[in-house]
């Protein structure tokens, strides 16, 4: 377990292999505003496509961010909630990784 963790934000995926580059580099910015001490993590709901493949490449350079794969397609509301029972922060903030909502809501 992470410790000193400030801030977590927790993202449900599911083959969102187009998504995860672009969240990133929109939400890594304005988190490192916030907080040094934040983890990104997020929770694959499944995917059959290249998802974890690129948050796997992306961890490699920011150790910051992390995953938890769940066996199988359980739904956004398993993903999240277990995405919080895996977080470390004193705050979470859930988001979606289409970027519905502006990153710049986390300040």
Excluded: C, H, W
């Amino acid at each position: 377990m992470l410790k000193n963790i400030k801030l977590s934000i927790i993202v449900p995926v599911l083959n969102e292999e187009d998504s995860v580059n672009s969240f990133l580099d929109a939400v890594i910015p304005v988190v490192s505003k916030v907080s040094e001490d934040y983890e990104i993590l997020f929770v694959d709901d499944g995917s059959t496509d290249d998802t974890i493949e690129i948050i796997t490449e992306r961890l490699k350079q920011n150790t910051k961010i992390r995953i938890v794969s769940l066996s199988r397609n359980f739904g956004k509301d398993i993903a999240l909630s277990a995405g919080l029972k895996e977080s470390n922060g004193q705050a979470v903030i859930p988001m979606d990784v289409d970027l519905q909502d502006p990153p710049e809501l986390i300040l």
